[in-house]
């Protein structure tokens, strides 16, 4: 989901930043976002194969993730600043422009609202309920 939220979150950063704020997405930006996505998924997927787990059985899947806590947390730290960087930007191109299509605005702000709950549930990990961030 992390990926999905950043490359289209980048996505949308970069149509705001051109001449003509927020205009409609071209031809191949799904296809180009979803090819990122698939890249940045195998990239993550690589180092289990180059470190692969040991061959033992723990009784639980809990400590296969184990092995990679140090590459998960680095990863997770450059999705939360990403998506609260992207989410600034879109918020203040959103406040700059007054001449935006309301289906372009809707979708920026909604943007904006997921990389922001995708941050705090980053944040706030799986353990946590909201409640006690």
């Known amino acids: 989901m992390g990926y999905i939220t950043l490359v ?9 930043m051109k001449y003509n704020r927020f205009e409609q997405r071209g031809k191949w930006n799904v296809t180009i976002c979803i090819g990122v996505i698939s890249f940045l998924t195998m990239l993550t997927w ?9 061959n033992r059985c723990f009784g639980s899947l809990i400590w296969f993730p184990v092995r990679y806590e140090l590459i998960a947390l680095i990863i997770l730290g450059i999705l939360v600043a990403g998506f609260l960087i992207l989410a600034a930007l879109i918020s203040i191109q959103l406040m700059r422009t007054a001449n935006v299509d309301p289906n ?30």
């Open 46 to 54: 690589m180092p289990t194969v180059a470190w692969p787990m040991y």
């Open 104 to 133: 372009e605005r809707i979708a920026a702000s909604r943007m904006c609202y997921f990389l922001l709950m995708a941050a705090l549930i980053y944040v706030c990990g799986p353990d946590h309920s909201i409640q006690s961030c």
């Open 8 to 16: 289209f979150g980048i996505e949308m950063a970069i149509r705001s």
